[in-house]
């Protein structure tokens, strides 16, 4: 039986991706498959489903950070509109942030940025092949996030807060502004406020001071353990 590399029959990826630069690698390392063809390639959401739409890729590999609908709410988007496309989303943040998150929102597959390429292609072969991919150390981390009594209180924000409350968060821990955040997300500066206070309330804060402050420390954190 041969081999992904060898077989003859090239499957379609649709690459979604806010860096062109990093778009045009990802375009270069697929192309260069034998059993792999870029068939599209956006840079935001609006793009990625109008593309899903016409040229019905058997994957789509999804950036999480995109500008207006991220990453998460594209693949929502995606499972529930095509739901025989595979989905892999690729991201520069660490797998405990965003991993399960992708999961829950009907991605097939969870693979960083600072991966090699040779382990790029094996998570979409893996995934193509109608299995699931996340890395071993996640595998784990998943294992002992089972293993913890159902009563234990979540002790991270990513716990704590929906997806848009922490996309919100981690704006504000980049240094972003109430009407940057809107722009941002294309979004009004009431629903931003809105979400702001859930997430004050959610992470027991008592000023908007702390929630700037927690949400900085946070994000420092968070780049750092990567």
């Given amino acids: 039986m041969p081999s992904d590399k060898e077989s003859k029959v090239k499957r379609t990826v649709l690459i979604v991706d806010d860096h062109a630069v990093f778009r045009e690698g990802l375009v270069w390392i697929l192309d260069h498959e034998n059993d792999l063809s870029v068939c ?6 609006v793009e990625a489903l ?56 009907g ?4 693979i960083m940025k600072r991966e090699n390429g040779e382990e790029l292609l094996g998570a979409i072969r893996h995934v193509l092949r109608g299995q699931s991919y996340v890395s071993p150390e996640f595998n784990e981390y998943l294992l002992e996030k089972i293993s913890v009594q159902v009563g234990e209180k979540p002790s991270s924000p990513e716990d704590r807060l929906s ?26 500066i009431k629903t931003v406020e809105f979400h702001r206070e859930n997430i004050r309330a959610k992470l027991n804060l008592n000023s908007t001071f702390e ?16």
Avoid at 40 to 45: I, N, W
Avoid at 211 to 226: D, M
């Fill in 107 to 110: 991605a097939n597959g969870y």
């Fill in 50 to 105: 109008r593309l899903a739409a016409q040229l019905k890729p058997d994957l789509a590999l999804v950036d999480v950070s995109l500008e207006g609908m991220n990453g998460i709410d594209l693949t929502k988007a995606l499972r529930s509109r095509f739901p025989r496309m595979r989905i892999v989303v690729l991201s520069m943040h660490q797998e405990t942030l965003y991993a399960e998150r992708a999961l829950r929102a």
């Fill in 211 to 226: 929630l700037v402050q927690h949400a900085i420390h946070w994000t420092h954190y968070e780049k750092e353990s990567h």
């Fill in 40 to 45: 599209g390639k956006a840079e935001d959401s």
């Fill in 163 to 188: 997806d848009r409350e922490l996309e919100i968060f981690r704006l504000i821990g980049q240094g972003y502004g109430t009407r940057q955040i809107a722009d941002s997300l294309h979004i009004s």
